[in-house]
């Protein structure tokens, strides 16, 4: 069982930490949000609320960073919610040039 695991873990996309302010919006529901980490695939964010999605929903995320982000519910629960990213060449665009010009990683920042 645990080399199952560790074959899993080794399929996803690393995951960065992150701070941002966003918006969730489910059918007529509309939520603050914050993105606590993020990676090519999808992200993890805390709610500010309760909202009726349920896994495999389709969610739409707001934030100046991103932009307008299609999602499929992976997981949701005590506040928190897991969401994957539509796989369209349109998002990955959006994913690729967010990593390009907004997140910076401490780790690879020069002394200036």
């Not at 701070?19 to 914050?34: E, G, Y």
């Not at 964010?45 to 960073?65: D, M, N, Q």
Request: with cysteine.
């Amino acid at each position: 069982m645990l080399a199952a695991k560790q074959s899993a873990d080794s399929r996803r996309a690393q995951r960065i930490r992150c701070h941002i302010r966003a918006s969730l919006t489910f059918l007529t529901q509309r939520l603050d949000a914050r993105i606590l980490d993020i990676s090519r695939t999808g992200m993890a964010i805390h709610l500010e609320g309760w909202i009726e999605a349920k896994r495999g929903s389709t969610v739409t995320l707001f934030c100046p960073e991103l932009g307008h982000v299609e999602c499929t519910v992976c997981w949701y629960r005590a506040g928190k919610m897991g969401l994957e990213f539509e796989q369209t060449s349109n998002m990955v665009a959006q994913i690729t040039a967010y990593f390009r010009n907004f997140h910076r990683d401490p780790r690879n920042l020069r002394p200036s």
